[in-house]
Every structure is written in structure tokens, then in C-alpha cells.
């Protein structure tokens, strides 16, 4: 009966954390683009989370990186997020990888966290 109850606990807070990561983010993400041999970061990001309506933990949305100084001015991806256990997941469609962001801060007007491109990071 314990073990039923954590779950139900967990899938809650999943939800609670799922409606307030909807919506649109700005500002920066510290995403960096690899091109012929050379680095380049992002200046700015916007990310667009869009809740499913028949799934309360996960959606789909855009996820926007500009760049400065780059041979193109921005790369723009589709993408998958889910939240399991308090980590947001988010897969990049097109390109096929999944980042984690844990140890984040989040409220209607503040996400702050730090993002991985594997779970064993936060496990």
C-alpha cells in the first residue's frame, strides 16, 4: 500500500511541474553548435513547451537557439519533453538526441536549471 502511494505522489508532482514548465521560455541556455572543428554558443534561446492535453506529464513543442558570430544566425528544432520522477526530458526530434534538465528552479516568470545529454548526470 506504501509503494502505491509514492507513485501516486510522484505522478502528481510530475503534473504539478508539467503545467508550470508550459508555455514559452527566453533567454539563454548555454547550447553550443560544433562546425568544421570549431564551437559555437548560443546567444539567446526560446523554448516553447506545449502540454498534451491527454498526457499531463508530457507535450511536444520549438526549441530555438540563436547565435552570434556563427555561419548561420540560428538552428531551430521540433521537440518531444516529458517529466519522469522531477526530470524534464527533452528530445530533439529531428536530430535525434534526448537532454535532461535537472536541479532546476522553475516558477511562472523563472526556469533556471542545468541540462545534460545523458541521464547519468542526475541518477
Same mark, same amino acid.
Given at each position: 500500500m506504501l509503494?502505491?502511494?509514492g507513485l501516486a505522489f510522484t505522478s502528481c508532482e *510530475?503534473?504539478?511541474i508539467s503545467s508550470t514548465l508550459e508555455g514559452t521560455w527566453e533567454g539563454n541556455t548555454y547550447m553550443s553548435s560544433?562546425?568544421?572543428g570549431r564551437i559555437y554558443n548560443s546567444s539567446y534561446s526560446y523554448v516553447d513547451f506545449t502540454l498534451d492535453p491527454f498526457r499531463f506529464t508530457k507535450g511536444s513543442g520549438h526549441w530555438v *537557439?540563436?547565435?552570434s558570430n556563427a555561419p548561420w544566425d540560428y538552428i531551430a528544432s521540433h521537440i518531444d519533453w516529458q517529466v519522469r520522477n522531477g526530470v524534464i526530458e527533452v528530445h530533439f526530434v529531428e536530430d535525434g538526441?534526448?537532454?535532461y534538465i535537472s536541479?532546476?528552479?522553475l516558477n511562472r516568470n523563472r526556469f533556471v536549471g542545468t541540462i545534460y545529454l545523458d541521464d547519468s548526470n542526475w541518477q
Open positions: 509503494l502505491v502511494l *510530475d503534473e504539478s560544433v562546425y568544421n *537557439d540563436y547565435y538526441y534526448t537532454v536541479n532546476y528552479r
